[in-house]
């Protein structure tokens, strides 16, 4: 029961900031948003720190393991690793939008706390999960493309959330094919080191 309920107040958490801001997140507005009992928040979250930090961790534990989902599909070349993942993003934006609106709202908020910060940083894509994707296509520099490319992906969920593309219909396979495009070309440079062609 308390696990559940634990999960009920991250996942009323997460609407009430894409809803009405991070100023809106407070204990009590948690448990009036929930019709739960006044205190109900704060017995299982002392600290509004803390409630971040749960709302963190539930959007980590989803997105990786979306993540590793989307690893051990069946894929035979970096065109299919482009569309897998422009699917699953787009996927993202259809679904599960509230979580990557909080996300956003809390990162700003907490760029003072380090630890929070960082947790919040890495919890929609993975860095294991990115560098071991490179490094299985060959890439000489696994870590680094993997951070590259994590900014890559960055980029195209903010726009989708509060850029040019803001008003782009996810769910659709017109936003795969745009979201395929730049995954596809960023990859398609990805593996071993090619030679130099000799100059005269």
Do not use: C, K
Not at 7 to 30: P, S
Not at 41 to 57: E, G, H, K, N, P
Not at 152 to 172: M, N
Request: glycine letters at 6%; zero cysteines; charged letters at 25%.
């Amino acid at each position: 029961m308390s696990t559940d309920r634990r999960a009920r107040i991250v996942t009323g958490a997460i609407e009430l900031i894409a809803a009405h801001g991070i100023r809106a997140l407070t204990h009590r507005a948690v448990d009036t948003a929930l019709a739960l009992p006044a205190g109900s928040t704060s017995y299982y979250f002392r600290t509004r720190q803390a409630l971040i930090a749960a709302v963190a961790d539930g959007i980590t534990a989803r997105s990786h393991a979306d993540f590793v989902a989307l690893r051990t599909a069946e894929i035979s070349s970096t065109a299919d690793i482009a569309h897998g993942i422009a699917t699953w993003l787009d996927e993202l934006l259809a679904r599960r939008r509230d979580e990557l609106v909080a996300r956003h709202a809390l990162i700003i908020e907490v760029r003072g706390d380090a630890d929070l910060h960082a947790r919040l940083a890495n919890s929609l894509f993975s860095m294991t999960a990115a560098t071991d994707l490179f490094a299985g296509l060959g890439d000489p520099e696994p870590r680094a493309r993997a951070a590259d490319f994590l900014a890559l992906l960055e980029g195209l969920v903010f726009d989708r959330l509060a850029g040019l593309r803001a008003d782009e219909p996810a769910g659709t396979d017109h936003n795969v094919e745009q979201l395929t495009r730049p995954l596809a070309r960023f990859l398609e440079r990805a593996g071993p080191a090619r030679s130099s062609a000799p100059t005269n």
